[in-house]
């Protein structure tokens, strides 16, 4: 669990100005003993309800694009059109049940090494995660 000095400083090493409705996105974030997965209208109704200030989404969306730039968060794409965020930044695989839209996260050890036989020319492998798609 984090405090508001911890926020702050995340806020301003993102190049944000700390204000109370960002502070209250890194308290919905990262006040919390799991791992958040979360598109940015989740989080946006999670504001709502939890909020008693309003947040307006253009705010949602910069905090949450500052904090991906800076690595405090993680992009998930689903899909072309549907991308989850996640506050466990290293690597690791998912589960993604298309039946829930709930993406939950895949411990490293549940997976085999998998071997990438092609390669591309003047790049380097960053990391291997894999997404599972399941459904009921």
Not at 106 to 129: A, Y
Request: aromatic share 8%; glycine share 2%.
């Amino acid at each position: 669990m984090e405090n508001k000095e911890t926020f702050i400083k995340k806020l301003r090493s993102s190049g944000l100005r700390p204000t109370r409705q960002r502070i209250e996105i890194c308290r919905v974030l990262y006040d919390r003993k799991n791992t958040f997965h979360f598109t940015i209208n989740d989080l946006a109704g999670i504001l709502k309800k939890k909020s008693n200030q309003k947040v307006s989404l253009a705010t949602i969306y910069n905090t949450v694009f500052a904090f991906k730039k800076k690595n405090y968060l993680k992009e998930i794409s689903i899909n072309t059109n549907k991308s989850y965020f996640d506050t466990n930044v290293s690597n690791h695989h998912h589960f993604f049940n298309e039946s829930t839209d709930q993406l939950i996260d895949l411990k490293n050890d549940d997976v085999g090494k998998v071997k990438i036989k092609k390669k591309i020319p003047g790049k380097k492998i960053k990391s291997v995660e894999v997404l599972v798609r399941i459904s009921n």
